[in-house]
C-alpha cells in the first residue's frame, strides 16, 4: 500500500485535529463542538423570529433574518465558550487531565475524520472521479463509503421537513 499526496493530506487532517484536541481536553472539545452544533440549530429556528426585532432598523427582510440568524449563532458560540471553560477549570480542579487529555486527542481524531468524510463528500460531487489522484488513493474510498452512507441517512432525516411543493 503505497500513500500519494491526498492520503498524506487526509492523515495530516486528522493528526492536526487530534493534536489540537490535547490542549484542550475532551470536556473543552466536547461542549465546543456541542456548542457549534446547537449555534447552528438555534440561528436557524430561531432567526426568523428575532429579524422581527430589526424592522425598524434594516429594510430588507432577507438581510434581517441573516443579521439576527449571525446574531443568535455569535450569542450562543459565546455561551458556549463560557461553558467550555468552566469545564475545563473543573477538570483541572478534580486532577483528571491526563485522561481529559487522552479522550481529547480521540476526540479530536474524530473530529477530525468527521472533516474528511465531509470534505470527501462535497468532492464527490464534483467531476473529480476521473483525476488520477482521486482513483489512486488508499483511503477516500474508506472515507466516500462513509460520506455516501451518511448522505443517504441524513436525507432521510430531514426528507420530512423539506417543503417540495414550493412554487
Not at 443579521?67 to 458560540?77: G, K, Q, S
Request: hydrophobic share 60%; aromatic share 10%; proline share 2%.
Amino acid at each position: 500500500m503505497s500513500l500519494i499526496w491526498v492520503d498524506w493530506l487526509i492523515i495530516g487532517i486528522i493528526v492536526i485535529s487530534s493534536l489540537l484536541s490535547i490542549r484542550r481536553g475532551f470536556f473543552q472539545e466536547a461542549v465546543s463542538m456541542l456548542a457549534w452544533l446547537a449555534a447552528i440549530i438555534v440561528a436557524w429556528m430561531f432567526g426568523g423570529s428575532l429579524s422581527l426585532l430589526f424592522a425598524d432598523y434594516v429594510a430588507t427582510p432577507s438581510v434581517r433574518v441573516v443579521l439576527a440568524c449571525i446574531v443568535l449563532f455569535l450569542a450562543t458560540l459565546l455561551l458556549g465558550a463560557i461553558v467550555s471553560k468552566l469545564f475545563g477549570e473543573l477538570v483541572k480542579a478534580t486532577g483528571f487531565t491526563g485522561t481529559d487529555r487522552f479522550l481529547g486527542i480521540v476526540l479530536g481524531a474524530g473530529r477530525g475524520a468527521l472533516c474528511v468524510v465531509l470534505l470527501v463528500g462535497v468532492a464527490s460531487l464534483l467531476p473529480v472521479q476521473q483525476d488520477s489522484w482521486w482513483q489512486q488513493s488508499q483511503l477516500i474510498p474508506h472515507f466516500l463509503t462513509i460520506a455516501d452512507w451518511s448522505r443517504h441517512h441524513l436525507m432521510e432525516l430531514i426528507a420530512p421537513y423539506i417543503n417540495t411543493n414550493a412554487q
